[in-house]
């Protein structure tokens, strides 16, 4: 049994060895995503999107809460459409997939398979928005999107991905404000207290933003290796799509005004991060809140008389209380222990004959590897207990991680240090000129990720041309 | 007052006049959808696509207690692939929209927007099968399909639709014919009672089956206009996608055998079949096992004092048993009731200072349009249960209307004088023969739209030659 746990085991490489290998051969192993044949497109099979599927459920409920409308528009934009809104278009289009012929015929206008629908909304708004009356128009929509991307990884980059696109357009500015930061607390809502992953709030620079918005703010998570992840991100478009859409309404008053725009995505992506941010070399870890199974019983000699009943009477009662399945396989125990971990089970739960006598069953938690011993007669309460504590932990461990991996910098030579000694977060202190941006990145592959809502002045000026500085920016190599 | 609720049912065409039309302006007016700009896709905007969210949450849940887990698979088909099954490209071709650049650059090989996935689940189960011990996969998802149609009309035939498709392998031809029932009883149930669509079960001909399969089987409905509509498909490949795919496993024995597979799908075009069954000229009626709002409340003087305030006690108590809502605008109540009509609200709450006095409330069906006057205690009891009725109604009425428009035919004459005189569903003996089909659809455009599973031997010839019949069949003409 010990050497097959072994094999099993050893099809991940390590974390430190080589990160990007770990990821790949986590997604595999844990049977989250296949291949798909076309470059860059992943097949979510039923694990996988399990996860997903838990994820889009409860943000769903959040975006309903929150007075938002599902609809769902057509995956096709015509060529013309698209461009419309100068920057989006100049954003948007070296990554377009193009639709050329329907069946034999040649298309008139090619079209575009939407990589975001901005401008798809923004047509639909010209000609329904008529007065205030109308407003505001609190949308959603559950997408898959096309990007033509030159290196893909599944979740991180796929040619085609899924997520979730918010339009909204309002009366004024404000009111557009306040909704591009209520989704982005959504976002986090999600990000932390449902994947575990705390994230940092902030304001993308220039440089950063999305193609045609006024400004985006985001969520930023930083990843095991010390890389930044943009988990979600919420834009602003002031009334720069209303003007190119002319997407106007008639106020109190009677006079014409143009709409203010909002958007914000979350998509597949966050389960790379979840994945970078949670495994192990064991495997993957899923928070239990959208673990598929939270708990899975693993009967102990189940060839012996009584096992498989009793293990079927835990998971009946528990069934009631939590996602619990039971794995009554001819596999070896140990093997099924290694798939256990291997596909993150927030707990695994072992009951064999000398339990049955003592009228318990083994906890085992995954993010801890600790037991405990618990009386069947109060699985009903600690299973669900201990879902919390693991929950809990996996974030806290991620917070303590991002706090150890966060350096202060004040200089090119402190990037460079952290770079080598402690790659991750860099606090440092930013003049607001994009050409210091473009150096760091050009010299460390370090970007900004964000200019967080909360600042702090850890210098007086900026880490790369000394000029005085303007705000702080959390640096990080990104994902 | 009455003006403005003329002018606004005025909006709708009256079905006797141009049934055609009237489907179009329900669409339109109910607000289910609204035009694409790209030929024949449409946008569901809240409404609509609120219904079609309802079906979906239904239909999952079965989906998943029937055993199946849900994917997600790539959009794209690589050419090569789709051709790889000789009688599913020759069906699917012709409608296919193909993607030819990604960014700047040609791609080597084009790429299809799938039609339908067969091929693609059927790639992936040739790497991944190996043992009987992987069987039976039963894989489910939720997509959406281009077909490039050349006539579109909203719901029935878009460019683009959403569907969920099932793609199912098994051990043995038994064991997937039995799936192949399985799932259309569910759609079947689904159908019936959600949609309250009575359904007649049965076999496809020859002529008529899906593209690839082995047998198809479909559930048919009959539109307010006589005319069939196909609502689900479940269709079974033997052996056929396996052996053009090599999709293998080795039994109990060792020895490698084929699997046998299936695929079944309910589409947006339900929403269509809904609307045409249950709708009439004050427009839409939506069964309120699917209605987003099952009841609206409309305040009638809602200036006078305890009117709102009455209203809002009533939607606080019912929203915990149904889905309520409350008009509370500024409109005039006569244009509030036609809006409840034209959106199909199963039943309709007046509550104004009269009632108030008498403690009690109206209620009025959208389906017989009965008035109630309900005490306001009873609500949370009698609303319920007035819905129940509504269901179980819809259904009995269309079940009559089907019955009254099923014609028994033993001639081409008698097709002739039916389609005159009660256009329909015809109960006719066929021979076997394909010329037969042709010949109907070719004098008649009637169809044959199953060979129902009750068979009954309505006469010995059949009714287009006059040779010896071999089944019953159902003619109609179709969406």
Redesign the interface.
């Known amino acids: 049994m010990g050497k097959k746990n072994k094999q099993f085991v050893e099809k991940i490489t390590a974390m430190e060895d080589d990160f990007a290998q770990w990821y790949t051969d986590v997604v595999k192993q844990a049977e989250l995503v ?1 291949y ?3 470059r860059g ?6 694990y996988g ?2 996860i ?2 838990n994820i889009k459920n409860e943000l769903d409920k959040k975006i309903k809460e929150t007075g938002h ?10 060529e013309s ?1 698209l461009q419309k809104e100068k920057d989006h278009v100049e954003g948007f ?13 040649e298309l008139a206008e ?2 575009a ?1 939407r990589p975001t629908s901005e401008v ?1 909304f923004c ?2 708004y010209s000609k ?1 928005i008529h007065s205030y009356r109308d407003l505001p128009k609190l ?1 959603n929509q559950w ?2 999107v ?1 990007r ?1 991307e030159k290196t893909t990884r599944p979740f991180l980059r796929s ?2 991905f ?1 997520w979730q696109e918010g339009h909204t357009a309002h009366a004024t500015y404000e009111d557009a404000a306040a909704e591009t930061d209520r989704m982005l607390e959504v976002y986090a809502d999600i990000v932390e207290n449902y994947l575990a992953v705390p994230v940092i709030r902030g304001r993308k620079t220039e440089s950063e933003k999305f193609a045609g918005a006024e400004y985006t703010i985001t969520i930023e998570s930083m990843m095991h290796d010390g890389r930044a992840l943009q988990a979600a991100t919420s834009h602003h478009f002031g009334s720069g799509f209303a003007e190119a859409f002319d997407i106007t309404y008639l106020d109190k008053e009677g006079k014409s005004q143009f709409v203010h725009q909002t958007s914000w995505g979350l998509s597949t992506r966050v389960m790379g991060g979840l994945i970078m941010v949670h495994g192990d070399n064991r495997g993957l870890v899923v928070p239990p809140k959208i673990a598929p199974t939270q708990a899975m019983i693993v009967p102990i000699a189940q060839h012996k008389e009584g096992v498989l009943d009793a293990a079927a009477d835990i998971r009946n009662k528990l069934a009631d209380v939590i996602r619990v399945d039971m794995d009554d396989s001819d596999k070896m125990p140990g093997w099924k222990f290694n798939e256990c971990e291997m596909k993150g089970y927030p707990v695994r739960i072992e009951i064999g004959p000398k339990d049955i006598e003592k009228n318990q069953a083994v906890l085992v938690r995954r993010d801890t590897n600790e037991k405990d011993f618990v009386s069947l007669d109060e699985l009903v309460d600690k299973v669900p207990a201990l879902l919390e504590e693991v929950q809990q932990n996996l974030y806290d461990q991620a917070l303590t991680h991002r706090e150890e991996k966060t350096t202060t910098v004040k200089s090119m030579e402190d990037v460079e240090k952290a770079i080598a000694e402690n790659p991750g977060f860099m606090n440092g202190m930013w003049c607001g000129d994009e050409a210091c941006e473009e150096k760091l990145k050009e010299d460390y592959q370090v970007t900004s990720r964000c200019i967080p809502f909360e600042q702090e002045a850890v210098s007086d000026t900026c880490l790369c041309c000394g000029k005085d500085a303007k705000e702080l920016v959390i640096w990080a190599r990104a994902y």
Chains 1, 2 share one sequence.
Request: aromatic residues 16%.
């Open positions: 296949d798909g044949l076309v497109t992943m097949i979510m099979t039923p999107y399990g997903w599927e409308s599902n609809v769902q528009f057509p995956v096709f934009i015509p459409l289009a070296p990554e377009v997939a193009w639709v050329t012929h329907g069946g034999e015929e090619r079209l398979f798809l047509d639909y329904n949308y997408a898959n096309v033509w040619s085609e899924h």
